[in-house]
């Protein structure tokens, strides 16, 4: 059981006990629950961008004034790359 569930069946235990003041405590913590799980996640997709980035730099080589990726003969535009990180194929 995952910890938004069991947040969830603690909420309904505590309903039973019709304490107001307890069950928006639970509700509130419930809330708070949701939002580190939200901000879990977007703090796994932006580990896992940075990840492949480095995955991609690890291929990329220079050979002026051009890039090359492994396995693609086609160049690719330096100054996209070193400007925004791009991978820009030109000619």
């Avoid at 019709?18 to 932006?46: A, S």
């Avoid at 995955?55 to 051009?66: A, V």
Wanted: hydrophobic share 35%; net charge negative.
């Amino acid at each position: 059981m995952g910890v938004f569930e069991t947040g969830k069946s603690i909420v309904e235990a505590v309903k039973k006990f019709k304490d107001p003041e307890l069950v928006n405590q639970m509700l509130e913590y419930q809330g708070q629950v949701l939002e580190l799980e939200n901000e879990k996640r977007i703090h796994l997709n932006r580990i896992r961008e940075l990840e492949q980035a480095l995955e991609t730099k690890g291929k990329l080589t220079y050979d002026p004034p051009l890039y090359f990726l492994e396995d693609d003969p086609t160049p690719f535009c330096p100054r996209c790359w070193e400007g925004d990180q791009k991978l820009i194929h030109i000619l």
